[in-house]
């Protein structure tokens, strides 16, 4: 069975640092998605990883994955308020599996 | 991509009575699937909703409970049969399109209070 783990669960960061949210999961998949939740909304996906080594970058976060250590981070950069969310890491295809979630809260 | 549309967005319901959740893609998709996420959780998958036949369920959801309907490719319906307050939750409908089927997108969810 599949399992995914997120951590840290709730992270509190302060405006213009950086910190990564890592997704370890238990059994072998080539693809891996991470998924933004604000408040009362539905899943907003950010990016899809598809291969070993991939990396993709979309304004102040990037997210990796290593496939043979089953692990993919999402790396935050010089944080601001509008980042404020949970996020989600996702692996599989048919079902997809989701971490618990990594609140994230940004503060000035 | 593809839009998802949920309806209703949420509701208030006795306990004993059902609900029916419909939910419609903006293309053709080729799979759809039902989640169930608890406040301040994460979503766990219900069912896989299958075009023409039987939903294929997750260990702990069975179809007398979560009756689920996919009667095309853009349409599908989950029932939640005789409710009890532990199904106080919100529903979510996602779908893998056809031409981005790398991506699977998540509907605006159905917030279920259950008294």
């Known amino acids: 069975e599949l399992k995914v783990e997120q951590n840290p669960l709730f992270l509190s960061m302060q405006e213009g640092k950086n910190y990564t949210i890592y997704c370890n999961y238990s059994?072998?998949?080539?693809?891996l998605y991470w998924y933004r939740q604000d408040p009362g909304k539905s899943l907003e996906s950010l990016f899809v990883l598809l291969s070993n080594g991939a990396v993709k970058q979309e304004g102040r976060l990037m997210a990796s994955l290593d496939t043979k250590a089953r692990l993919s981070t999402l790396h935050i950069t010089a944080a601001v308020h509008d980042l404020s969310a949970t996020y989600f890491c996702a692996v599989g295809f048919s079902p997809l599996v989701f971490g618990k979630g990594t609140r994230l809260s940004v503060i000035a | 991509s593809a839009v998802i549309s949920q309806k209703p967005s949420r509701d208030i319901c006795q306990r004993g009575t059902s609900l029916t959740i419909q939910c419609q893609v903006d293309?053709?998709?080729?799979?759809m699937f039902w989640y169930r996420q608890q406040p301040g959780q994460s979503l766990t998958l219900i069912a896989t909703?299958?075009?023409?036949?039987?939903?294929?369920?997750e260990s702990g959801f069975v179809i007398d409970k979560f009756p689920i309907s996919r009667p095309n490719l853009t349409f599908s319906t989950l029932t939640v049969s005789n409710m009890s307050p532990e199904d106080s939750s919100i529903y979510l409908c996602?779908?893998?399109?056809?031409?981005?089927?790398?991506?699977?997108?998540f509907g605006p969810g159905t917030r279920l209070t259950v008294l």
């Open positions: 293309s053709q998709v080729t799979m």
């Open positions: 909703a299958n075009q023409g036949s039987e939903a294929t369920y």
């Open positions: 059994t072998t998949s080539d693809r």
């Open positions: 996602s779908a893998r399109s056809v031409a981005g089927r790398d991506t699977q997108y």
